[in-house]
């Protein structure tokens, strides 16, 4: 399956948000309309103004957002002072899993990740997700640590 991968604009936003909430860990308790609420805009604007935060779309032939997910770039003391890229909100619509999708993303992002200099290429993934855990390994990822997280 061909699909473009590109930059999120403010008008993806619904079709984001749409799948995000399609997936029940998400945390997003709300419904999502065509227009989203403020703080989702706020937030996205926010990313969009960070030069090392980037949302990506994945966009079939006909226009379709089937994908999408953010990297964040931060820059550390550890890998010799590598820069670190850190992969979130990975989402595939539940009707286009198993097409190939989700491998052309995670290969553009760890590609990315290579010309943004970054020397280590990381996420975290929900322990309830086994299908996406096998999916990272099968790329090459290692669950080389445990996660952890307060909700505020």
């Given amino acids: 399956m061909t699909v473009e991968i590109r930059p999120a604009g403010p008008t993806d936003l619904p079709a984001i948000l749409r799948l995000i909430t399609a997936d029940s860990l998400t945390g997003l308790d709300e419904p999502v309309?065509?227009?989203?609420a403020p703080h989702y805009l706020r937030a996205f604007e926010e990313?969009?103004?960070?030069p090392n935060n980037e949302y990506w779309v994945v966009e079939e032939e006909d226009g379709t957002?089937?994908?999408c997910f953010q990297l964040t770039y931060t820059p550390g003391l550890a890998y010799r002072g590598?820069?670190?890229?850190?992969?979130?909100?990975?989402?595939v619509a539940a009707d286009r899993r198993g097409k190939g999708?989700?491998?052309?993303?995670?290969?553009?992002a760890i590609e990315r990740a290579r010309q943004r200099g970054c020397a280590l290429f990381q996420l975290a993934t929900n322990k309830q997700r086994s299908d996406a855990r096998r999916f990272y390994e099968s790329l090459g990822l290692a669950a080389s640590h445990q996660g952890m997280k307060l909700r505020l």
Avoid: K, L
């Fill in 82 to 91: 590598g820069w670190r890229a850190t992969v979130e909100t990975v989402r």
């Fill in 101 to 108: 999708i989700g491998t052309q993303m995670m290969e553009w």
């Fill in 65 to 67: 957002i089937v994908g």
């Fill in 33 to 36: 309309g065509m227009t989203p």
């Fill in 47 to 50: 990313i969009e103004a960070d």
